[in-house]
């Protein structure tokens, strides 16, 4: 039998172990909770499948699948039904016939021969470490009424934990059959959930230790399921309090920024479509790479093929970089993807393969994955900033505008109070020609450059001429020209 003293008892799905904290105490008992076809036997037969790994017997209790069709679905996927022990008290388990036909238990025979003795002689004779019943709810079709149905389900769970076992039994939410009062008896509740952005898995009861809290996602595979806790930001890294400046590689961008942005700070750089934002961010990266660090991009709004063309063509050496390993580029479908799905992406370039330079291009991609309200999207993406942050990783959000001239905008999405520093490019008509330009709105850890300067993408990449002390109302996409003699009144104005 599992000792008293083991730790935890993993579930075999890594993300709901980290979710619980290692996975679920020993010899306690469980429930899963859920509507129809949520995943909740499959959750069960990883917990089983991980028992038999461990050299544990495991017992899978049977109340209502038919057992050829339970084995055959699990083998499926991959579990070892051969490995698992079966007690099938499914509704005519015992009164198969030729011609297929089955009988369903009736309560007074139930009474007679209470269902759940027949499952205290398969314990007994299995002995086993962990057990699954599936679904515990069955029994309150073949109990004579409430009471009785608690009074077996208490009994009977008594009966597991003075066994050693560990226990998961699973229950499923409908408006006929109140599951609420199933609570008091068990240890813990998984619940798993499907909301408009996707299937959820929370854990809102678990005694003996904290757990992490919140919606996390989880998805069925064909290996099973796939679990994706919620991005947790962590602790910030120690440090001497002195922040490290990550130069742009193009001195102007750099002045603009009074030497560049802060390693372990988050910049949003905004502008309009076709302005060039992707390609400035990418400047922070190549010039990273010259360093060896290792950047990661997640395209959220053009493919992987567009991006490698059109950063070759300006003179950004992907394909070195990409063949050095300093920069990785991911395409991400976004509408394929929950957040946390997408954390777990993040998480792993960071923790796993020491990325120190994160892009999300762009954040009105990434808002797709959440289908769901702003708040939602503003709460995702400020734990995913805070986690860049508390690991020292720098992060670079690219955030389109919708107005190409007009008016100003520092962000779409709202989300220029997560930014340390906010960088912005904007289209001009001058003379009936279209122009770009370049400032710095926000930054938190220094000063900056106050003026506004013009900003060309080349065939050998970026170049940002002398502030345009020429024009005014620049942020309105249609600047004035002023003549010299304006200009010099103008800054005799300033001087006094």
Same mark, same amino acid.
């Given at each position: 039998?599992?000792?008293?003293?083991?730790?935890?008892?993993?579930?075999?799905?890594? *993300?709901?172990?980290?979710?619980?904290?290692?996975?679920?105490?020993?010899? =306690?008992?469980?429930?899963?909770?859920?509507? +129809?076809?949520?995943?909740?036997?499959?959750?069960?037969?990883?917990?089983?499948?991980?028992?038999?790994?461990?050299?544990?017997?495991?017992? /899978?209790?049977?109340?209502? #699948?038919?057992?050829?069709?339970?084995?055959?679905?699990?083998?499926?996927?991959?579990?070892?039904?051969?490995?698992?022990?079966?007690?099938?008290?499914?509704?005519? +388990?015992?009164?198969?016939?030729?011609?297929?036909?089955?009988?369903? /238990?009736?309560?007074?025979?139930?009474?007679?021969?209470?269902?759940?003795?027949?499952?205290?002689?398969?314990?007994?004779?299995?002995?086993?470490?962990?057990?699954?019943?599936?679904?515990?709810?069955?029994? =309150?079709?073949?109990?004579?009424?409430?009471?009785?149905?608690?009074?077996?389900?208490?009994?009977?769970?008594?009966?597991?934990?003075?066994?050693?076992?560990?226990?998961?039994?699973?229950?499923?939410?409908?408006?006929?059959?109140?599951?609420?009062?199933?609570?008091?008896?068990?240890?813990?509740?998984?619940?798993?959930?499907? +909301?408009?952005?996707?299937?959820?898995?929370?854990?809102?009861?678990?005694?003996?230790?904290?757990?992490?809290?919140?919606?996390?996602?989880?998805?069925?595979?064909?290996?099973?399921?796939?679990?994706?806790?919620?991005?947790?930001?962590?602790?910030?890294?120690?440090?001497?309090?002195?922040?490290?400046?990550?130069?742009?590689?193009?001195?102007?961008?750099?002045?603009?920024?009074?030497?560049?942005?802060?390693?372990?700070?988050?910049?949003?750089?905004?502008?309009?479509?076709?302005?060039?934002?992707?390609?400035?961010?990418?400047? /922070?990266?190549?010039?990273?790479?010259?360093?060896?660090?290792?950047?990661?991009?997640?395209?959220?709004?053009?493919?992987?093929?567009?991006?490698?063309?059109?950063?070759?063509?300006?003179?950004?050496?992907?394909?070195?970089?990409?063949?050095?390993?300093?920069?990785?580029?991911?395409?991400?479908?976004?509408?394929? =993807?929950?957040?946390?799905?997408?954390?777990?992406?993040?998480?792993?370039?960071?923790?796993?393969?020491?990325?120190?330079?994160?892009?999300?291009?762009?954040?009105?991609?990434?808002?797709?994955?959440?289908?769901?309200?702003?708040?939602?999207?503003?709460?995702?993406?400020?734990?995913?900033?805070?986690?860049?942050?508390?690991? *020292?990783?720098?992060?670079?959000?690219?955030?389109?505008?919708?107005?190409?001239?007009?008016?100003?905008?520092?962000?779409?999405?709202?989300?220029?109070?997560?930014?340390?520093?906010?960088?912005?490019?904007?289209?001009?008509?001058?003379?009936?020609?279209?122009?770009?330009?370049?400032?710095?709105?926000?930054?938190?850890?220094?000063?900056?450059? =106050?003026?506004?300067?013009?900003?060309?993408?080349?065939?050998?990449?970026?170049?940002?001429?002398?502030?345009?002390?020429?024009?005014?109302?620049?942020?309105?996409?249609?600047?004035?020209?002023?003549?010299?003699?304006?200009?010099?009144?103008?800054?005799?104005?300033?001087? #006094?």
């Amino acid at each position: 039998m599992t000792s008293p003293t083991a730790e935890r008892a993993s579930t075999g799905i890594a *993300g709901l172990d980290e979710i619980l904290s290692g996975g679920l105490v020993p010899e =306690r008992s469980y429930m899963i909770r859920g509507q +129809a076809g949520s995943g909740k036997t499959i959750l069960s037969l990883h917990f089983l499948q991980q028992g038999v790994d461990e050299g544990e017997t495991a017992l /899978f209790v049977n109340l209502e #699948e038919d057992l050829r069709d339970l084995k055959a679905n699990a083998a499926a996927l991959g579990f070892d039904t051969d490995a698992i022990e079966f007690l099938d008290l499914s509704p005519g +388990a015992d009164a198969f016939v030729e011609d297929e036909s089955y009988e369903v /238990f009736e309560p007074a025979e139930v009474e007679r021969e209470p269902l759940t003795d027949r499952i205290v002689e398969g314990v007994t004779a299995v002995d086993p470490d962990r057990v699954v019943v599936d679904p515990l709810t069955q029994l =309150r079709f073949l109990l004579s009424d409430d009471y009785q149905f608690r009074k077996q389900v208490v009994g009977f769970m008594r009966f597991l934990k003075d066994r050693g076992a560990t226990v998961l039994f699973t229950v499923q939410n409908t408006e006929s059959l109140p599951t609420d009062d199933l609570e008091f008896i068990t240890d813990g509740t998984i619940r798993l959930d499907a +909301a408009s952005y996707g299937k959820t898995v929370s854990v809102p009861k678990f005694r003996g230790s904290a757990t992490q809290g919140g919606d996390h996602a989880y998805r069925v595979t064909d290996s099973g399921i796939e679990v994706y806790p919620a991005l947790q930001p962590g602790v910030r890294n120690a440090g001497d309090g002195r922040f490290e400046q990550i130069s742009s590689g193009i001195p102007e961008v750099d002045e603009l920024l009074h030497g560049g942005i802060e390693r372990g700070t988050v910049s949003i750089v905004s502008g309009p479509t076709g302005v060039g934002k992707t390609t400035l961010s990418t400047q /922070f990266m190549k010039e990273a790479a010259g360093r060896g660090e290792r950047s990661v991009i997640y395209l959220f709004e053009e493919t992987r093929g567009t991006f490698l063309a059109r950063s070759r063509a300006v003179n950004i050496p992907v394909d070195q970089m990409m063949e050095k390993g300093t920069l990785e580029v991911v395409e991400v479908e976004a509408l394929e =993807r929950s957040p946390q799905e997408f954390a777990r992406m993040v998480r792993d370039e960071v923790e796993g393969r020491d990325a120190d330079i994160v892009m999300i291009d762009g954040i009105s991609g990434y808002r797709l994955t959440l289908r769901g309200g702003d708040d939602q999207m503003l709460q995702q993406i400020h734990a995913l900033g805070r986690y860049l942050k508390n690991a *020292g990783v720098t992060g670079i959000f690219v955030d389109e505008t919708r107005n190409v001239t007009g008016e100003f905008q520092a962000t779409m999405e709202n989300v220029s109070y997560l930014a340390d520093n906010i960088l912005f490019l904007r289209h001009l008509e001058v003379d009936g020609e279209i122009r770009k330009a370049i400032g710095v709105l926000k930054k938190r850890t220094s000063d900056f450059e =106050r003026t506004i300067r013009e900003f060309k993408i080349t065939e050998h990449g970026i170049t940002v001429g002398e502030p345009m002390s020429g024009l005014r109302g620049i942020l309105s996409g249609t600047p004035e020209v002023l003549d010299r003699e304006r200009r010099g009144a103008e800054r005799g104005d300033r001087d #006094e």
